[in-house]
């Protein structure tokens, strides 16, 4: 029966073999069939890592935001024709990402699932952060609206309070700074704030420090893919 590989791709650009495994990667290209986020990501990742010149080979289907419940189900056809790989834009696929609607639908459909090896901006956040790696929580993205955006930072902080716990969330890159400001605008000085922008790349930023000593920094995110991680004191 074929299978559903969960493909990992690097957090931005560079050598995919410098973050991505060689098991993972023999697996990759030996698949002749894709679901992906972005035609055009897909296709200079899977060139990039060794597939230059096959590319049109190859067959790829989309599966974004947009996608409606009956074009995924209508994925399931692409499973006749052997294994499927699955690739989001960046990181690991079905975290944060459209692509869990086909692996919810391939569990349904008794379809082994297989998950492959390679970089979590979360997990890698989490890591260098210094926060507590034992109780934690991904929330995702926060509300887009300023008022509603610091009601959500409040609530988390007060859960990470009570529960002790790290609380992981993301935002838009555009956003970036405006998210910081509101969360200096409303988060308690001790609660210790971690950014940590472009993992795995050269221009790689992860700094932890107190609300307080955030405050007094003149420090731009920029428009940089970035994981925000808090924890009340």
Same mark, same amino acid.
């Given at each position: ?21 060689p098991? *993972?990667?023999? /697996? ?15 296709r ?10 096959h ?40 975290? #944060?990402? %459209?692509?869990?609607?086909?692996v919810?639908? &391939? ?27 034992? &109780? ?8 887009a609206?300023t ?20 609380? /992981?969330? /993301?935002?838009?890159?555009?956003r ?11 988060l308690?000085?001790? *609660?210790?704030? &971690? /950014? ?23 420090? &731009?995110?920029g428009?940089? %893919?970035?994981?925000f991680?808090?924890? #009340?004191?």
């Amino acid at each position: 029966m074929s299978k559903l590989y969960l493909i990992p791709s690097p957090l931005g650009e560079g050598n995919p073999a410098e973050v991505i495994p060689p098991s *993972t990667l023999n /697996i990759m290209l030996g698949l002749k069939t894709f679901v992906v986020e972005e035609f055009r990501t897909a296709r200079r990742y899977l060139s990039a890592a060794g597939l230059k010149g096959h590319i049109d080979e190859l067959e790829f289907q989309l599966l974004n935001e947009h996608s409606s419940p009956a074009e995924v189900k209508a994925l399931l056809g692409i499973f006749e024709k052997g294994d499927v790989g699955l690739i989001s834009e960046a990181g690991l696929p079905a975290v #944060a990402d %459209p692509g869990a609607a086909l692996v919810e639908l &391939c569990h349904d459909a008794g379809i082994e699932v297989v998950p492959l090896v390679g970089p979590s901006s979360l997990m890698l956040a989490l890591m260098a952060s210094g926060l507590n790696g034992q &109780c934690f929580a991904f929330k995702g993205y926060l509300p887009a609206k300023t008022d509603d955006r610091k009601a959500a930072i409040r609530k988390m902080e007060k859960e990470s309070a009570t529960l002790g716990q790290t609380q /992981i969330f /993301i935002e838009t890159p555009y956003r970036n700074d405006s998210l910081l400001n509101d969360m200096k605008d409303s988060l308690s000085g001790s *609660t210790r704030l &971690c /950014i940590a922008a472009d993992l795995t790349l050269e221009t790689q930023t992860i700094k932890t420090a107190t609300v307080t000593e955030w405050r007094k920094m003149n420090f &731009c995110i920029g428009k940089r %893919p970035c994981v925000f991680l808090i924890l #009340a004191q």
